[in-house]
């Protein structure tokens, strides 16, 4: 028998009742928990793996439904970079470490799809939680880095390596560009922001520049301007009136200097000073010549791209005797031609979505300047270093479709404004 029409609305109110207050209760805090965790990754596994686990849990406990845009995402990161690491990891299938790093890949781009699924959901409220957990992981991991350099209560065999801080990381190379996303952030509110909210924005700006700075990773280093630049220039670009561009234009020039000056005083200290003389020096001794990592990818390559389901993840540093530091070879050989097909597309496809998006005006439309700032950069990055394992890499992903998948309805709306013509044209 079919229940009357009446009784309708009560049970769809209730359902949307019992989803706030479970989305209240539970996704909320345990989300602000799983990012505010990301930034102790010194032992595996780390805290984030945890809670990202009960973050799932309270998804589908709350209830979960699936933008249609993600499905591009879901089928070439989730399905097929799977398929291709499966299939890979069969050559070697008697090494434990390689079975657990495909399992460690696919659950990375399960987290993309989680988060994204969830930004989708109501954009500005997830990215204010996301936001604020970030920038005190970030805090946390630069004032480890920074604690360590100076060895401060004899921490510098934990926070430090090769004279390099590491904060709560076990690689400078991967703290450094962790720093960025919530920097970004940051700079946003010098960018737009006065008074006292200025203040609130530059100390914590300042404590994670200078644990940028101390991590000597040039890549890092070069990201920061980098998206800086990408991002100010999306700002500047969609200001709503000249008076906003004028404050940017203020607060970009107080942003360069105390930039600058962090930098001079940081390299007044002895210490500080030769590391940043030989890490300013763009060729390292392992870069070069016939065994350095450029010749070595140049006389891998060949044999890489030769076996259609590579070489089984860690094979090719055991054949080179050095890791590939290019994610994207490393996909080859790690994933077999099918996986490096599903990724590469996927980071493609996401810069596809990530700009096509950031041109349509959203009241999260700053957020997603800096999710877009920042990944572009950490992708190019992909060339001289293996990403593929870095948790933050999988996070901005995800954020950028979630924020393009809710801003759908918009684009679709300003373009169902147009004149017929241009409609026609776009």
């Known amino acids: 028998m079919t229940a009357p029409a009446g009784h309708t609305a009560p049970v769809t109110e209730a359902r949307t009742d019992r989803w706030e207050r479970r989305d209240r209760l539970l996704v909320r805090p345990i989300l602000w928990g799983t990012i505010a965790s990301s930034f102790l990754v010194l032992f595996e596994p780390s805290p984030y793996e945890f809670t990202f686990l009960v973050l799932c849990w309270a998804v589908l406990v709350r209830g979960v439904s699936f933008p249609r845009l993600l499905a591009p995402a879901f089928l070439f990161l989730v399905v097929v970079f ?6 890979s990891v069969i050559q070697v299938a008697h090494d434990t470490a390689a079975i657990r790093y495909v399992a460690i890949s696919i659950y990375l781009a399960i987290t993309t799809i989680i988060f994204a699924t969830l930004v989708s959901e109501d954009p500005v409220g997830r990215m204010a939680i996301i936001r604020n957990a970030y920038i005190v992981a970030a805090v946390c991991a630069a004032t480890a880095g920074i604690v360590g350099y100076f060895d401060i209560g004899g921490t510098r065999d934990v926070f430090t390596l090769y004279n390099r801080a590491r904060g709560t990381f076990k690689d400078p190379n991967v703290y450094g560009p962790f720093l960025i996303f919530p920097a970004l952030l940051l700079v946003q509110d010098l ?4 008074g006292k909210r ?3 924005a530059a100390l914590p700006l300042a404590v994670i ?3 940028l700075l101390l991590s000597f990773s040039r890549a890092a280093w070069g990201h920061f301007i980098v998206s800086s630049l990408i991002m100010a220039g999306l700002m500047f670009l969609f200001a709503p009136s000249p008076r906003f561009r004028i404050r940017m234009g203020i607060g970009a020039i107080a942003g360069v200097m105390i930039f600058a000056g962090l930098i001079v005083a940081i390299i007044a200290v002895p210490q500080v000073g030769k590391v940043f003389e030989v890490r300013a020096d763009l060729s390292q001794s392992y870069d070069v010549g016939e065994t350095g990592r450029f010749a070595t990818q140049a006389r891998s390559l060949p044999d890489v791209i030769a076996r259609p389901f590579g070489l089984g993840p860690f094979a090719y540093s055991k054949r080179y005797k050095q890791d590939p530091h290019n994610v994207y070879l490393n996909s080859v050989a790690s994933y077999g031609w099918i996986g490096a097909l599903g990724y590469i597309t996927f980071v493609v496809l996401t810069w596809l979505v990530g700009i096509r998006f950031a041109f349509v005006r959203t009241p999260w ?3 997603h300047f800096a999710a877009l700032a920042t990944f572009l950069p950490l ?6 270093i293996d990403t593929d394992h870095w948790r933050h890499f999988f996070l901005i992903a995800g954020l950028l479709w979630g924020m393009s998948a809710a801003a759908l309805p918009y684009r679709q709306a300003a373009i169902g404004a147009r004149p017929g013509y241009l409609r026609a044209a776009i």
């Open 82 to 87: 799977s398929i291709g690491g499966i299939t």
């Open 191 to 194: 960018l737009t922001r006065n």
């Open 198 to 200: 200025l203040v609130f």
């Open 209 to 211: 520049l200078i644990g």
């Open 365 to 367: 439309q700053p957020y």
């Open 379 to 384: 992708s190019l990055q992909g060339f001289i």
